[in-house]
């Protein structure tokens, strides 16, 4: 069986991002100890909404935003359909900026992420009740998760874009976005 150029793009960005989750999810065990954790969901889905086809990248984003919601405690799909709609608001503004820019990639992968934790953040305050956080925690968190981000970012980028060449489904065989 082989599986076409289009689905391998796809499936590389999906398996780029389990190493990431792993990396984040191990960072965060341990920073529990320290009471702090590391939140990277824009960084996951702009590389897939900047420089993929659309339909190829939004199959990466719906694929990332089921492997987020295995892990996480809301309700089943919350972070696939959050993803999807931040990917097509990406796709809407890609056209406009030079997606082949590092310091653009991270540029979108801030506002995503910072988008991204507040409405998480909100859907899980609405379904808790008596739990009482700090706003001071949620910002240390927040924080931190936006220079880790703008840390790890380049390594992610290039190691997405390595790894499509090693496939030899490389980005440069794609057609130019248009929208």
């Keep these: 069986m082989r599986i076409r150029p289009s689905h391998r793009r796809t499936l590389i960005v999906f398996a780029c991002s389990l190493i990431l989750q792993a990396m984040v999810g191990q960072l ?12 990277l969901g824009g960084l996951f889905i702009t ?11 939004l199959n990466a984003s719906f694929l990332i935003g089921l492997l987020l919601d295995a892990v996480t405690p809301l309700p089943f799909g919350t972070h696939a359909f959050l ?9 809407r503004i890609r056209s406009r900026v030079a ?44 924080l931190f998760s936006q220079c880790l981000l703008v ?11 390595h790894a499509l060449e090693f496939a030899r489904v490389g980005l440069r065989a794609e057609a130019p976005p248009t929208i």
Excluded: K, M
């Excluded at 965060?28 to 939140?39: D, G, I, K, P």
């Design 83 to 91: 993803f999807c709609l931040t990917h097509l608001f990406i796709l």
């Design 47 to 57: 590389f897939s909404a900047l420089c993929l086809a659309p339909q190829q990248g």
């Design 99 to 142: 997606v082949t820019e590092t310091a653009i990639r991270i540029t979108v992968a801030l506002i995503a992420n910072l988008l991204l934790y507040v409405v998480i953040t909100f859907i899980t305050f609405a379904q808790t009740t008596g739990v009482s956080v700090s706003g001071l925690r949620i910002f240390i968190d927040l």
């Design 28 to 39: 965060n065990h341990y920073l529990a100890s320290h009471q702090l954790a590391a939140w």
């Design 151 to 161: 840390l790890l970012a380049p390594w992610y980028f290039a190691l997405q874009e």
